[in-house]
């Protein structure tokens, strides 16, 4: 009514509704609309196999991986963070590996999926991802979310090299947790969870 769009209430047709709309306001720019589709994580809910095959046939309803690369960091509901969830245990590498090989066409050959690590070039911006450990997500005395080392040493190696190349250019990095102490929520601790980090 009034020019309104139905909104189904499935949650696959929420999804594809959601794209739609980006691809819309986007296309109210430019004649391509998004050059891209950034997440800072959660793309599932319980991290399971089910919810990732939904999640990237929504994806390719409304956008080609291959011409709109999905960015992503797997979030707190992406991962089986608790030894007693029913949480599937699913790590970066088989998210990519359920997506399929068109969604990682625009990763570098120093991305390092083992360790929670994509390295990904769109346009001429660098787009950098990092996930905390699973075990990270838990409580600790600070609160804070750990990484592995390897994958703090994997940022610091890469955004040298980047910067380097290009000092007055702009890199994206994108993980789940706030950085300590620089938004609203970056310093609260959510029972046995944190949303923040003081590792980055």
């Known amino acids: ?37 950034l997440f800072a994580g959660d793309l599932v809910n319980d991290s399971r196999v089910a919810q990732v095959q939904e999640f990237g046939q929504i994806y390719e309803k409304v956008f080609d991986p291959a011409e709109v690369p999905l960015i992503f960091c797997q ?60 075990s990270g997500w838990e409580h600790n005395e600070d609160g804070s979310a750990n990484y592995d080392p390897a994958a703090v040493a994997w940022l610091d190696e890469t ?4 910067t380097k190349e290009n000092p007055d250019q702009y890199v994206f990095l994108t993980t789940h947790p706030l950085i300590y102490d620089t938004a609203y929520g970056s310093d609260v601790i959510y029972g046995t ?3 923040f980090t003081k590792e980055l």
């Not at 955004?159 to 980047?162: E, K, S, T």
């Open 1 to 37: 009514q009034h020019g309104m769009k139905w909104i189904p209430l499935d949650t696959y047709g929420r999804g594809v509704y959601a794209f739609e709309q980006l691809q819309e306001l986007a296309l109210q720019y430019n004649d391509k609309g998004l050059d891209a589709v």
């Open 75 to 134: 979030g707190n509901h992406d991962v089986k963070h608790n030894p007693n969830s029913n949480r599937e245990e699913l790590h970066l590498e088989d998210y990519y590996i359920i997506f399929g090989q068109k969604f990682r066409s625009y990763d570098k050959e120093t991305s390092r999926i083992d360790l929670g690590c994509v390295h990904q070039i769109v346009g001429d911006y660098h787009f950098l991802s990092i996930v905390p450990m699973d």
């Open 159 to 162: 955004l040298a090299a980047v």
């Open 193 to 195: 969870m944190s949303w």
